[in-house]
């Protein structure tokens, strides 16, 4: 099913009302990437809680990239520490993507806030962890 955008502008004057709408048809989800992130701890960690996202910034795709049609999954390892900041983010060796999209993906990763991982005594540690970032246009 498309979305179609659903709003409109009314500018009242002293004697006439315009009300601007948007083309008819437009389909909003297309002129915008789809962004989505999953989430895995470092083998090992068993006894700890994953840390849970609190704010999430969005990557821009870049417009070159969009022009394109660049995709792709972008993994990066990265240590959530005990105060939920996000450090040492690199991305995944094994992979052959656009770096285009792993600059886009680390810069938005390094903005992000966490609910620090807890170990079994509900203390906060710091753990490294994958995100994935899936650039997809549709």
């Known amino acids: 099913m498309k979305e179609r955008a659903n709003w409109r502008t009314v500018v009242l004057l002293p004697f006439m009302a315009i009300a ?3 083309a ?3 389909d909003v989800k297309s002129a915008v990437p789809f962004i989505q992130e999953s989430q895995e701890l470092d083998k090992g960690t068993k006894d700890i809680t994953k840390p849970e996202i609190l704010t999430k910034v969005n990557p821009v795709y870049p417009e070159d990239a969009k022009k394109e049609g660049v995709m792709g999954d972008i993994k990066l390892d990265a240590v959530v520490d005990e ?3 996000v450090q ?3 991305k995944q060796a094994d992979q052959v993507v656009d770096e285009r ?3 886009a993906a680390m810069e938005a990763l390094k903005q992000w806030k966490f609910k620090p991982a807890m170990n079994k005594q509900g203390k906060p540690v710091s753990v490294k962890t994958t995100i994935t970032i899936r650039f997809k246009l549709k």
Do not use: A, I, S
Request: no cysteine; hydrophobic share 45%; charged share 20%.
């Open 83 to 85: 105060t939920g900041k």
């Open 88 to 90: 040492d983010v690199v």
């Open 101 to 103: 999209l792993v600059k």
């Open 24 to 26: 008819v048809g437009v």
């Open 20 to 22: 601007v709408y948007p």
